[in-house]
Structure formats: structure tokens, C-alpha cells
């Protein structure tokens, strides 16, 4: 499930970064990044998945935390960039060339993301592990910011409004930023959560 998501992260973030810089989308682009923030969670989340196989729950490793701490500084880095494009964007007036493929990805990620909460459970009930259980009900969070890509798009392919994309960024800055607290607080417990979209 770790390895699926971490692939699955590569390639979103890599489609929706070379679309949204291609079609000027700010929220896909923004969307993008954070897939490839959650990589790096998702390497974490493998990490401890594999320790808690080998010794059960127990005390985070330090790599874990180390994990943790670089993806929520990751999170502030990407909600401080996404607030400052989306106000310049709004000054300029600047908006997307097409938002279609962010309402195409956007609709593949709640799916991904369906299947993954599913999965997650499961794998937590089978290990008997509080900390993937809670990395489950996390990923839910993921499923939130693809339904935000999802209405900037749609809303933007509909009226075509440059707001609509800036207002979208700074709605997954929020949740970057709810993200990036949430690590640090982790890090300091023994239950990792991260999203893994």
C-alpha cells in the first residue's frame, strides 16, 4: 500500500505539475507539489509500516521523525508560495489557459484516494496498528484538496474567471498548512498521519 502510494505520487505530481505549468493553472501546479511532498511522507509511512512488521508498535524511529519534519516544513513552504502566487496572479489578473485536465486529475485522485482510505483500514485492522488506522483516516484530507482542485476547475471551465484558480490555490495553502502542523505535532507522538495522495 506504502510503495502504491508513492508511485502513484510520483506520477500525479509529475502530470499535474507539467499541466498546470502548461495550461497556467495555479491550483494544479500547487496540487502537484504536494503530491511530491506527500512522497516523502509516503517513504515515511513505508518505514514505519516495515519497523512495526519487524518489531511491532513502538517508538518512532528517528528517520520517521526526520520524515516528518522535512514534510511539514515542506507543507509551510508550499502554502507561504501558493498565498503569494494567488495574490499576484489576482494583482495581474492572470488566469488559466484550460483547467480541464486539473478536473480530469482531480476526479482520479478522489478515486485513488477512496481506494486508498479502504486499503489503509484494512492493512491497520490486519496489523493491529493504531498508527496506519490513523494514517487512514488522514488520507482523508487528501480526498478535501482534490475536491477543491475539482471546483476551481470546473468553476473556471464554466465561468471563466481567473479567481476561481487563485481562490482554489489558497484553499489547498490552508490545508497545506493544517498538513505542515499536523507533522510537527507527530513528530513529537508515536502515530504518524500523513496524507498520501
Not at 11 to 20: H, L, Q, R, T
Not at 97 to 124: R, W
Not at 146 to 166: C, N, R
Request: charged share 15%; with cysteine; glycine share 10%.
Amino acid at each position: 500500500m506504502a510503495i502504491f502510494t508513492i508511485g502513484y505520487n510520483l506520477i500525479e505530481g509529475a502530470v499535474s505539475v507539467y499541466f498546470g505549468l502548461k495550461d497556467e493553472t495555479l491550483t494544479l501546479a500547487g496540487f502537484g507539489l504536494d503530491s511530491f511532498i506527500e512522497t516523502v511522507s509516503g517513504i515515511g509511512v513505508l518505514t514505519m509500516i516495515l519497523r512495526i512488521i519487524r518489531e511491532g508498535e513502538g517508538k518512532r524511529a528517528q528517520f520517521e521523525k526526520l520524515a516528518l519534519r522535512i514534510t511539514g516544513s515542506s507543507f509551510y513552504v508550499l502554502a507561504v508560495g501558493l498565498c503569494v502566487s494567488a495574490a499576484f496572479n489576482l494583482y495581474r489578473q492572470q488566469h488559466p489557459e484550460a483547467t480541464l485536465m486539473g478536473g480530469i486529475i482531480a476526479l482520479i485522485s478522489i478515486v485513488a484516494m477512496l481506494l486508498l482510505v479502504y486499503g489503509k483500514t484494512v492493512t491497520g485492522k490486519a496489523l493491529n496498528s493504531e498508527a496506519i488506522a490513523a494514517d487512514a483516516a488522514c488520507t482523508k484530507v487528501c480526498i478535501y484538496m482534490s475536491v477543491i482542485l475539482l471546483i476551481s476547475s470546473v468553476l473556471y471551465e464554466l465561468i471563466p474567471w481567473g479567481g476561481f484558480d487563485a481562490i482554489g490555490a489558497v484553499g489547498l495553502a490552508w490545508f497545506s498548512f493544517r498538513e505542515g502542523v499536523e507533522c510537527f505535532e507527530k513528530a513529537k507522538k508515536d502515530i504518524y498521519c500523513s496524507c498520501g495522495h
